[in-house]
Antibody, heavy 117, light 107 residues
Framework: EVQLMQSGAEVKKPGESLRISCQGSGYSFSRYWIAWVRQMPGKGLEWMGI????????RYGPSFEGHVTISADKTISTAYLQWNSLKASDTATYYCARHRAGDLPDWGQGTLVTVSS | EIVLTQSPGTLSLSPGERATLSCRASQSVDSTYLAWYQHKPGQAPRLLIY???TRVIGIPDRFSGSGSGTDFTLTISRLEPEDFAVYYCQHYGSTGTFGQGTKVDIK
């Protein structure tokens, strides 16, 4: 069974850094792209970017390039989403998902990130 | 960048009724890469349809997808109580993109 286990909820202050994680199991982690998806409070889903763990090829959505960093460590089947300096507008639930051939059949449970002074 | 526009924003229907959700792309897309998701509060989104019309194993056959080019449709033939949720279309090309969602709520 494919599982994506995300790290727990975070409460941070503006300007702080953060890295959240997504560990895959039940499939060959390095051979499938992992996508990150944002849902801001009361809003819809937004595609942030995607990484291929085997060679770390990464592609960002236009709104997210330069604002977040997506990485992966295939040796521990884990993908990451990182911010160097959080803003209040980064408050959202972040999902990772296994990317197949254009679609996302398997999702993590979501990580709530709250940024507040 | 392809933009997906879903309509209507909200669909208020009763159980047993038929729901027709639209997803329009700003330019023609390969239907191979058009998917639909169901999203309920507090849960992860769930893939329903991929390749515009292929239902995921385990998804009830009251859910169906159709369309090509720029116009795609998700149809729920007879709404069950558990179908009231937000539905998103999604496309993957040079990057991924979601529509803004259609909320199906109880009338």
């Amino acid at each position: 069974e494919v599982q994506l286990m995300q790290s727990g909820a975070e409460v941070k202050k503006p300007g702080e850094s953060l890295r959240i994680s997504c560990q895959g199991s039940g499939y060959s982690f390095s051979r499938y792209w992992i996508a990150w998806v944002r849902q801001m409070p009361g809003k819809g889903l937004e595609w942030m970017g995607i990484i291929f763990p085997d060679d770390a090829d990464t592609r960002y959505g236009p709104s997210f390039e330069g604002h977040v960093t997506i990485s992966a460590d295939k040796t521990i089947s884990t993908a990451y989403l990182q911010w160097n300096s959080l803003k209040a507008s980064d408050t959202a639930t972040y999902y990772c998902a296994r990317h197949r051939a254009g679609d996302l059949p398997d999702w993590g449970q979501g990580t709530l990130v709250t940024v507040s002074s | 960048e392809i933009v997906l526009t879903q309509s209507p924003g909200t669909l208020s229907l009763s159980p047993g009724e038929r729901a027709t959700l639209s997803c329009r792309a700003s330019q023609s897309v390969d239907s191979t890469y058009l998917a639909w998701y169901q999203h309920k509060p507090g849960q992860a989104p769930r893939l329903l349809i991929y390749g515009a019309s292929t239902r995921v194993i385990g998804i009830p056959d009251r859910f169906s997808g159709s369309g090509s080019g720029t116009d795609f449709t998700l149809t729920i033939s007879r709404l069950e109580p558990e179908d009231f949720a937000v539905y998103y279309c999604q496309h993957y090309g040079s990057t991924g993109t979601f529509g803004q969602g259609t909320k199906v709520d109880i009338k």
